[in-house]
């Protein structure tokens, strides 16, 4: 069996030496690349040809990738490189690493057209500038051949050695059995629908209530998947820690019996989280750890993946015992691993390391979201960029001269725009390509000092660089899915009435981004709790047409959750002051009926803290306590540490928060719920010009922008109060609106509503 690679892939292993080193950064956005290389291209004559597809052997090595052109007229194969900033201070370790892809490809165009001589070039293309340099060398046939095999030989014995891990694994996971004796109610179900979809190349939206055990679900098929060959990785990305604990002990689960299986699981960890010297730059003459990164890559590579388990801990040991940067050696690891499991942003974000592997090695991927109702304010956030006005003057100030002026003629347009804005907010048809120019001539001069490295970049300056170009990126992209907005606010500065204003790029409707990763993977597993109604989470997340449905009948009895409506109050914003007694009424009945302990959840902190006062007055022997406003990983625990102490606890939370869902109080732990709100977005100009724009485009943008969401943020709420078959509990919806028939529908139909 040949062992199969990219070209990028074997030079990064066989030709990167040296510190590692983030100061000829950042690179040009994905979109400039694309554009810089049509530009390159668009130059050449009519003959030229672009990104030629080439595959050659060495042994037991198959090496493949894309050229990027090739002008027969010259003889001459390209390879083009964007940049910003002086090319003298790229690093060698850089240049090297992109000659050596130059010559691979070289000689596999020179096996393919039968060439005995060829010219090499390295085209670099100024993407400030629109400047090509271009650097020449000359090669016979057979000089190109033994660079291509000396990388081959290098490569060969990890090649084996990967091969070998794979006939292993594929072994393993084709005789994988589930890990209990029986499935729960649903799970097979899940289970098949995964299966099918990871063979066939499909993606799945699945509905699954909690409590079927839907991660050991997802991920059981996905692999038996990959044992058959349908697969290469598997991919688990989820929108908070607790998932991610969750999908590693589902695979520990899964070789429990036989000592583990031969699978190599990477946990991601993000990079402020496992910097070892965050006061430090990324580069060799600053951080120890990045000092020789790449002579010690190799040993630290091989150690770790003598290592099943390649969760944050794992990874951090076996870096600091080789002296290499833990966040870098992880992102070097996926290229070695089966699963790894993340945060949705390693996949779906713009710059998304996961994405952007898996094309370029042009992996057979299966993508498995966890949680999914959570990704579409999540690729919102991803998509959305703003800058702020105050955060420019703050940059001007550290700015040395050459970047003063630049910045100050951001600021002329910036207030140029500001001096048409009527109201103070404001949304704009389009980006103002003056103030669009102003943001990239800033981008290209700071790119230019960031490849000095004897050049500091103050801070405030530097972060306004990394928010402009978030903003640029965006901005370049912008169509009828986000909104360009300015908002106006009026502040006091030495005694003087003075006005600052916010610039956003702002997301709506995510699909068209989303929609491009979908295409990458060969499946795609969407799935949750609350996914209703589907033609929602279709249309907002950019699923193919060709998804499938599933919504799984959970185990749970109507009998398990007796329902209530307070149909006599209204949560309204205008009747809030009069509904706060019923409600704080309404908890003391209950619990007077039934002591233990409750979850009550609110639509605001202010509301919350109004009815918290009221209780404590008018029923002061209740056992209340309260979510803060700004709660840490340490309150949470110790929030919920409470009612896993004790029988009697009627816990206060914002509906949507950090207690609304991802929290397991399973018996008595939690034995009811009070939910004073249908968890409505609040009805202001951002939102309802997110309305207009959701309506404009499906025709029901109330539902869209209002109606869905809240629901799905209550159903999740509703959904810690039985978390097992076993579980017995109460649920109190609290507003009129509870028996409109348009939210009826959208409750979950084993509920017995009254």
Same mark, same amino acid.
Not at 168 to 193: D, I, K, M
Not at 542 to 558: K, M, N, V, Y
């Given at each position: 069996?040949?062992?199969?690679?990219?070209?990028?892939?074997?030079?990064?292993?066989?030709?990167?030496?040296?510190?590692?080193? #983030?100061?000829?950064?950042?690179?040009?956005?994905? #979109?400039?690349?694309?554009?810089?290389?049509?530009?390159?291209?668009?130059?050449?004559?009519?003959?030229?040809?672009?990104?030629?597809?080439?595959?050659?052997?060495?042994?037991?090595?198959?090496?493949?990738?894309?050229?990027?052109?090739?002008?027969?007229?010259?003889?001459?194969?390209?390879?083009?490189?964007?940049?910003?900033?002086?090319?003298?201070?790229?690093?060698?370790?850089?240049?090297?690493?992109?000659?050596?892809?130059?010559?691979?490809?070289?000689?596999?165009?020179?096996?393919?057209?039968?060439?005995?001589?060829?010219?090499?070039?390295?085209?670099?293309?100024?993407?400030?500038?629109?400047?090509?340099?271009?650097?020449?060398?000359?090669?016979?046939?057979?000089?190109?051949?033994?660079?291509?095999?000396?990388?081959?030989?290098?490569?060969?014995?990890?090649?084996?050695?990967?091969?070998?891990?794979?006939?292993?694994?594929?072994?393993?996971?084709?005789?994988?059995?589930?890990?209990?004796?029986?499935?729960?109610?649903?799970?097979r179900e899940l289970a098949v629908a995964v299966y099918r979809a990871a063979r066939d190349g499909r993606t799945l939206m699945a509905q699954a209530p909690t409590g079927i055990g839907k991660t050991l679900a997802t991920l059981f098929p996905a692999l038996k998947a990959c044992g058959e060959d349908r697969v290469e990785r598997v991919f688990f990305l989820t929108a908070?820690?607790?998932?991610?604990?969750?999908?590693?002990?589902?695979?520990?689960?899964?070789?429990?019996?036989?000592?583990?299986?031969?699978?190599?699981?990477?946990?991601?960890?993000?990079?402020?989280?496992?910097?070892?010297?965050?006061?430090?730059?990324?580069?060799?003459?600053?951080?120890?750890?990045?000092?020789?990164?790449?002579?010690?890559?190799?040993?630290?590579?091989?150690?770790?993946?003598?290592?099943?388990?390649?969760?944050?801990?794992?990874?951090?040991?076996?870096?600091?015992?080789?002296?290499?940067?833990?966040?870098?050696?992880?992102?070097?690891?996926?290229?070695?691993?089966?699963?790894?499991?993340?945060?949705?942003?390693?996949?779906y974000d713009s710059s998304a390391l996961l994405h952007a592997l898996a094309r370029m090695n042009q992996w057979r991927i299966a993508v498995l979201v966890d949680e999914a109702h959570n990704l579409l304010e999540r690729a919102r956030k991803m998509y959305t960029a703003s800058l702020d006005q105050s955060a420019l003057r703050k940059a001007i100030k550290a700015a040395?001269?050459?970047?003063?002026?630049?910045?100050?003629?951001?600021?002329?347009?910036?207030?140029?725009?500001?001096?048409?804005?009527?109201?103070?907010?404001?949304?704009?048809?389009?980006?103002?390509?003056?103030?669009?120019?102003?943001?990239?001539?800033?981008?290209?001069?700071?790119?230019?000092?960031?490849?000095?490295?004897?050049?500091?970049?103050?801070?405030?300056?530097?972060?306004?660089?990394?928010?402009?170009?978030?903003?640029?990126?965006?901005?370049?992209?912008?169509?009828?899915?986000?909104?360009?907005?300015?908002?106006?606010?009026?502040?006091?500065?030495?005694?003087?009435?003075?006005?600052?204003?916010?610039?956003?790029?702002?997301n709506v409707i995510p699909a068209p981004f989303l929609a491009a990763r979908h295409a990458t993977a060969h499946a795609t597993v969407i799935f949750s709790g609350t996914l209703n109604p589907q033609h929602f989470y279709r249309d907002m997340l950019g699923l193919p047409d060709t998804t499938a449905w599933l919504d799984i009948e959970g185990p749970f009895r109507s009998?398990?959750?007796?329902?209530?409506?307070?149909?006599?109050?209204?949560?309204?914003?205008?009747?809030?002051?009069?509904?706060?007694?019923?409600?704080?009424?309404?908890?003391?009945?209950?619990?007077?009926?039934?002591?233990?302990?409750?979850?009550?959840?609110?639509?605001?902190?202010?509301?919350?803290?109004?009815?918290?006062?009221?209780?404590?007055?008018?029923?002061?022997? #209740?056992?209340?306590?309260?979510?803060?406003?700004?709660?840490?990983?340490?309150?949470?625990?110790?929030?919920?540490?409470?009612?896993?102490?004790?029988?009697?606890?009627?816990?206060?939370?914002?509906?949507?928060?950090?207690?609304?869902?991802?929290?397991?109080?399973?018996?008595?732990?939690?034995?009811?719920?009070?939910?004073?709100?249908?968890?409505?977005?609040?009805?202001?100009?951002?939102?309802?010009?997110?309305?207009?724009?959701?309506?404009?485009?499906?025709?029901?943008?109330?539902?869209?922008?209002?109606?869905?969401?809240?629901?799905?943020?209550?159903?999740?709420?509703?959904?810690?109060?039985?978390?097992?078959?076993?579980?017995?509990?109460?649920?109190?919806?609290?507003?009129?609106?509870?028996?409109?028939?348009?939210?009826?529908?959208?409750?979950?139909?084993?509920?017995?509503?009254?």
């Amino acid at each position: 069996m040949s062992y199969v690679v990219a070209v990028r892939m074997l030079c990064e292993f066989t030709a990167k030496r040296g510190d590692l080193d #983030l100061r000829f950064t950042p690179a040009p956005t994905a #979109l400039e690349g694309i554009e810089g290389h049509a530009v390159v291209t668009a130059r050449r004559g009519p003959r030229y040809e672009s990104e030629i597809t080439l595959t050659g052997t060495h042994r037991e090595l198959t090496v493949r990738g894309r050229a990027d052109g090739y002008d027969p007229a010259d003889n001459r194969l390209e390879e083009i490189k964007t940049y910003r900033g002086d090319l003298d201070a790229m690093p060698d370790n850089h240049r090297a690493l992109h000659w050596a892809q130059a010559l691979v490809y070289g000689h596999l165009l020179c096996r393919a057209r039968e060439l005995s001589q060829l010219h090499v070039a390295l085209i670099y293309f100024d993407v400030s500038t629109r400047k090509e340099t271009a650097l020449t060398r000359t090669y016979d046939a057979t000089e190109l051949e033994t660079f291509f095999v000396e990388q081959c030989e290098r490569f060969l014995d990890w090649a084996v050695q990967e091969q070998a891990h794979a006939r292993a694994r594929n072994a393993a996971l084709s005789a994988l059995a589930f890990p209990y004796r029986t499935f729960r109610t649903g799970q097979r179900e899940l289970a098949v629908a995964v299966y099918r979809a990871a063979r066939d190349g499909r993606t799945l939206m699945a509905q699954a209530p909690t409590g079927i055990g839907k991660t050991l679900a997802t991920l059981f098929p996905a692999l038996k998947a990959c044992g058959e060959d349908r697969v290469e990785r598997v991919f688990f990305l989820t929108a908070k820690t607790p998932g991610r604990a969750l999908a590693l002990e589902a695979i520990d689960a899964l070789g429990a019996e036989k000592g583990g299986l031969p699978l190599r699981t990477l946990e991601l960890t993000a990079r402020d989280k496992a910097c070892e010297h965050p006061d430090k730059a990324c580069h060799g003459e600053s951080c120890p750890l990045a000092r020789g990164f790449y002579d010690r890559l190799g040993a630290a590579r091989r150690a770790a993946l003598a290592t099943r388990r390649l969760d944050r801990a794992a990874v951090r040991e076996t870096a600091l015992a080789h002296e290499v940067c833990p966040y870098y050696l992880a992102q070097e690891l996926v290229r070695w691993s089966d699963v790894v499991i993340g945060d949705y942003n390693y996949y779906y974000d713009s710059s998304a390391l996961l994405h952007a592997l898996a094309r370029m090695n042009q992996w057979r991927i299966a993508v498995l979201v966890d949680e999914a109702h959570n990704l579409l304010e999540r690729a919102r956030k991803m998509y959305t960029a703003s800058l702020d006005q105050s955060a420019l003057r703050k940059a001007i100030k550290a700015a040395p001269a050459g970047l003063k002026r630049s910045l100050q003629r951001l600021q002329r347009e910036w207030n140029a725009l500001a001096r048409m804005q009527e109201v103070a907010y404001q949304v704009y048809d389009e980006i103002p390509k003056t103030l669009l120019n102003a943001a990239q001539k800033f981008i290209g001069l700071v790119s230019e000092q960031l490849g000095e490295a004897s050049v500091p970049i103050e801070e405030p300056l530097l972060q306004f660089f990394f928010d402009t170009t978030h903003f640029v990126a965006l901005a370049e992209q912008f169509d009828d899915h986000s909104l360009f907005d300015a908002t106006s606010v009026e502040y006091i500065a030495r005694g003087r009435a003075r006005r600052t204003s916010t610039l956003c790029v702002r997301n709506v409707i995510p699909a068209p981004f989303l929609a491009a990763r979908h295409a990458t993977a060969h499946a795609t597993v969407i799935f949750s709790g609350t996914l209703n109604p589907q033609h929602f989470y279709r249309d907002m997340l950019g699923l193919p047409d060709t998804t499938a449905w599933l919504d799984i009948e959970g185990p749970f009895r109507s009998e398990q959750l007796a329902v209530h409506v307070a149909g006599h109050v209204s949560t309204r914003w205008r009747d809030r002051e009069r509904s706060l007694e019923p409600i704080a009424d309404l908890i003391a009945e209950q619990y007077a009926a039934r002591p233990g302990n409750y979850l009550g959840f609110l639509s605001s902190f202010d509301y919350l803290d109004r009815l918290c006062a009221l209780i404590r007055t008018r029923h002061p022997h #209740l056992p209340i306590c309260r979510q803060a406003p700004g709660i840490d990983e340490a309150a949470r625990d110790a929030f919920l540490a409470r009612f896993r102490a004790t029988d009697s606890c009627i816990g206060l939370a914002v509906l949507g928060g950090a207690f609304s869902e991802g929290i397991d109080l399973v018996g008595e732990r939690l034995i009811g719920a009070f939910i004073a709100t249908l968890g409505l977005p609040q009805v202001n100009e951002v939102n309802e010009q997110m309305r207009l724009a959701m309506e404009a485009r499906f025709g029901r943008g109330y539902d869209y922008a209002y109606l869905y969401p809240g629901l799905q943020k209550v159903v999740q709420a509703a959904g810690r109060v039985v978390r097992s078959e076993n579980d017995v509990g109460v649920l109190h919806l609290i507003d009129d609106r509870y028996r409109r028939p348009e939210v009826r529908r959208l409750l979950p139909r084993w509920w017995k509503l009254p």
